[in-house]
Structures are given as C-alpha cells and as structure tokens.
C-alpha cells in the first residue's frame, strides 16, 4: 500500500469544485486517509516548491498558492502514486487529457488545480509538511 500527497489547489476551492475531484480518486479505489483545510503560508510554500525556486514562474507559484485556502489530503492505495498523477493529467491543462482532473478544470499550467507527490520520498517530505 501507498501513500501521496495531494493538494486541491486555490483555483479548484475558489470554484467550489473540491467535491467534484475527491471523486475522481474516490472512483478509482484511493481511500482518503487525511484531509484539512489550510490557507498555505509562505514557509509552507517555500518548502514545497523548494525544487522550483530558481525557475522563472517561482514567484507566481509562490503568490498563487498561498492567495487563498487550499484542501490538503493523503491518498492511499496499491500504486497510488502512480495512479494519481494519471488521474491528475498533464501539468499543462493544454496537453492534459480530457478525462483528467487538469484536462476537466485546470485553468493554466500555474492555476492546474491540483498537486501529487512525485516519489515516495516525496511523498514523505511532503506529508510532512501539510499534516
Ligand atoms: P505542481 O504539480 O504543483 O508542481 C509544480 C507547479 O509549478 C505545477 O504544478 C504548476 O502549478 C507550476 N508550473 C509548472 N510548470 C510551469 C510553467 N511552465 N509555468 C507556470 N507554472 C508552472
């Protein structure tokens, strides 16, 4: 068994849509074993895209996530971090399959809607800093 890390991002609670993407997982057998809302902190947000700080969206990553609260939750399943990152879509809503989270309702390659842990180790660091 698995566990990831996924964050239902500003844009997606701003729309009232965090139920509509819970069930994208929840019909694809991933059990919700932790959930909260938060608004992140720029701590938070430094740490989590700790990895893209040098890139030029870095700044509008960091400005978007912490705007407004955002769902915190751990999925757990057989390949779940695998599985998630399927469900997800394309980090760019552009190329992301329409039956994909992203694909359904992200709005740009920064507003995408959700987040998933990439690795297991990710996954850990991750958890480590919503819950
Ligand atoms: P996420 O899966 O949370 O991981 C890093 C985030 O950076 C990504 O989703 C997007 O929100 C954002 N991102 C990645 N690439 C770009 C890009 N080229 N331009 C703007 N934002 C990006």
Redesign the pocket.
């Known amino acids: 068994m698995e566990k990831t890390l996924v964050?239902i991002?500003p844009d997606a609670v701003e729309r009232n849509i965090v139920g509509e993407i819970l069930t994208f997982y929840e019909k694809q057998n991933l059990k919700i074993t932790a959930l909260k809302m938060l608004k992140a902190t720029e701590d938070m947000a430094h740490l989590h895209?700790k990895i893209?700080e040098d890139?030029p969206?870095f700044k509008?990553?960091i400005a978007?996530i912490t705007r407004s609260p955002l769902c915190a939750l751990i999925l757990e399943g057989d390949n779940a971090i695998e599985k998630v990152r399927k469900i997800?879509g394309n980090?760019?809503p552009s190329k992301a399959e329409q039956n994909t989270i992203r694909g359904t309702f992200a709005v740009?390659?920064?507003?995408?809607s959700?987040?998933?842990s990439d690795s297991t180790e990710t996954a850990q660091k991750e958890i480590s800093i919503w819950f």
Do not use: R
């Open positions: 964050l991002k895209y893209h890139k969206f509008d990553l978007y997800n980090t760019d740009s390659k920064t507003e995408n959700v987040h998933a």
